[in-house]
């Protein structure tokens, strides 16, 4: 399965979200200027699906997106956050994520919040990406 995580911006700053629609606060009126899929799945396997793999399944944020004017005003930290809260209420210890290597800027928010690099994509990817984790055990 998979969870939507979206932040609304407009009347008065963004009141982040979380999937099928629920919002903290109204929402109406606003547009989404930041939004990510949390789900789960094994985001280091050795080959993607349908190919099958014994590694153990995972939280993963995918599809992490910010409009580009609310950009550097904790749009991605705020969705970043709620997934972590909510990957632990599935109960899981750890929150995974891929960043292409062409992108620093998401790399230094990773890294800010916690994530380490667990790995690179093979070379047979065109776009390469790092494997990212961050422990969620307070």
Not at 90 to 110: K, M
Request: with cysteine; glycine share 14%; aromatic share 10%.
């Amino acid at each position: 399965g998979s969870f939507r995580v979206s932040v609304c911006g407009g009347g008065g700053g963004g009141d982040d979200g979380a999937g099928g629609g629920t919002k903290r606060g109204d929402a109406r009126g606003r547009e989404v200027v930041g939004s990510a899929t949390l789900q789960v799945c094994v985001p280091d396997a050795p080959l993607p699906p349908p190919f099958p793999t014994k590694k153990t399944y995972r939280a993963y944020l995918a599809n992490m997106a910010v409009a580009p004017e609310a950009r550097r005003s904790g749009v991605a930290t705020s969705v970043i956050q709620c997934s972590e809260r909510v990957a632990k209420l599935w109960g899981f210890d750890e929150l995974w994520l891929h960043v292409n290597i062409d992108n620093p800027g998401a790399q230094r928010l990773y890294e800010g919040l916690g994530y380490i690099r667990v790995s690179e994509d093979p070379w047979w990817y065109l776009e390469k990406r790092y494997l990212l984790k961050r422990s969620l055990k307070d």
